[in-house]
């Protein structure tokens, strides 16, 4: 081993990265052997068929120095990645909405339940869900109907009890996006939202799901590339120490993983370098960099965190820090892919998926 080999795994635990087809890449390899990488991102890209995803997750489970995040953003609605036969089921504003018209709270941890079974039997052990985002703002062009409601009370208790129903069968759940993009006017994908929110403001809305979240032990939280000039005027919310570190951390009491949002999106990535964000979100407080595209990019950004830590002393301590909550999150995951359990509950979630009017 170099003396290289420690660092270059423990910067390697705090990424999960993303890749383009259906086949696990070299580069991809390299990580999860060399780098005890922190996990991997699917997309529609990489999803052709349930066996072919059961035996990819199979293949990343087993080249893996050390269990990995497999994940998948996966609410319902148009945040649908999967193919058939994966049930298609309704956005989380509809529903909120059945819920509230006289169903029982207890309908959203049937619906994770069914979320995680699907999800488990092809090999993934992440779910970037619940959306704790409450749709305060109609012209909101990227939350809308991905939030359970318009009301932070009703929000925060669906997204626990989907969140128990995901976690019940093996798949950790993820509160996103902190601290609010619900009341944003522009998507973060394409630029950087403003909210001119004061902390009042938030602590009677945004905040609320948050909070309700982290009482019922959510394990990851994803941060918002969103600006709140009136708390940070410098830093959108996931490079913003005074959110993450501040806010997130000391306020809040929060103890789990933070994850930050796709570094690429515009609204970050129009701003800063990918090296410069993916230190900076470390620094502010977040645990796991989230690189969801651009191979040589994602080589680069881990060169640059094991250069910057090995003439820092205090950054590299501070990475270590990370990286044991990272080894304590490991410990939740659940490995290995089902794919034949699937036919024997289709029926069954598809009637689920009509009861909330798909």
Known sequence: MTKLDPLKKLVGSLLIIGFDGPRL???????????????VILFKR???????????????????????????DHEGGKVFRLPEPFTSFPPMGQVGHSILSGGQLEWAEELGHAFG??????????????????????????????????DPEDVGEMAVHFLAGLEEVGVQGCGKH????????????HTLPHVDKTREDMNACELIPFRTAIAAQVP??????????KIDPDFPATLSEKMLQGILR???????????????????????????????????GGDMVLLCHQESVQRLVAAHLVHVAEKDGAF???LEQKGRRVANFRKKLTRGARPELMGQFASAHLDLAKRFGA
């Open 316 to 318: 590299r301590e501070l």
């Open 25 to 39: 890449t070299d580069s991809c390899k390299n990580f999860l052997t060399q780098w005890d990488l922190g996990g």
């Open 46 to 72: 990489n999803l052709e068929s349930l066996e072919q995803i059961a035996s990819l997750n199979t293949l990343i489970d087993e080249t893996a120095t050390v269990p990995p995040i497999i994940s998948v």
């Open 117 to 150: 079974r699907e999800l488990r039997a092809a090999g993934f052990n992440l779910d970037y869900a619940p959306v704790l985002d409450v749709h305060s703002n109609p012209a909101n062009p990227i939350i809308g109907p991905r939030s359970f409601g318009s």
């Open 250 to 284: 000391e306020e809040m009491a929060y103890e789990g993983l933070i994850v930050s949002d796709d570094l690429f999106m515009k609204g970050i990535a129009e701003h800063y370098s990918m090296t410069e964000a993916a230190e900076r979100f470390l620094r502010a």
């Open 178 to 189: 902190f601290p609010g993009h619900g009341d944003t006017f522009e998507d973060s994908h």
């Open 220 to 229: 990851m939280i994803m941060t918002a590339h969103v600006m709140y000039p």
